[in-house]
């Protein structure tokens, strides 16, 4: 089954589906309000995001600390993205990103 990277008004989202379509309706179920923007049916079966990429590049291990304030933060994402600027001292930007990838990995 093909893996697909569906591009909404909100969301990147990467599903397997067996054909466009499929992949369409994968996101119409999941969220029935955002509109596709871009659908491309990706070349290998897997998918990789870069932790430099996403400026993540600390000797600390990002994801447990990330966890670790998510887990603090009942799950709330403002905080646990203040609580982890507390703890590394990273900047708005990057926080942001390593708690949002990890809420999405589903801490």
């Known amino acids: 089954m093909p893996l697909f990277e569906v591009e ?3 969301h990147i989202i990467i599903t397997w589906a067996d054909n466009d379509d499929s992949a369409r309706d994968v996101v119409a179920d999941a969220y029935p309000t ?9 070349p290998r079966d ?9 400026g993540i590049t600390a ?7 990330a966890r670790d304030c998510l887990a603090k933060a009942a ?8 609580l982890y600027m507390q703890e590394t001292g990273t900047d708005l ?3 942001r990103k390593v708690i949002e990838s990890n809420m ?3 801490w």
């Open 93 to 95: 930007t990057h926080a």
């Open 34 to 42: 955002d509109t596709v923007i871009r659908l491309t049916k990706r």
């Open 75 to 82: 799950g709330d994402k403002v905080h646990a993205i203040r």
């Open 46 to 54: 897997t998918w990789v995001i870069s932790k430099a990429a996403l």
């Open 104 to 106: 999405v990995m589903g």
């Open 8 to 10: 909404t008004d909100a």
């Open 59 to 65: 000797q600390v291990d990002p994801c447990s600390m």
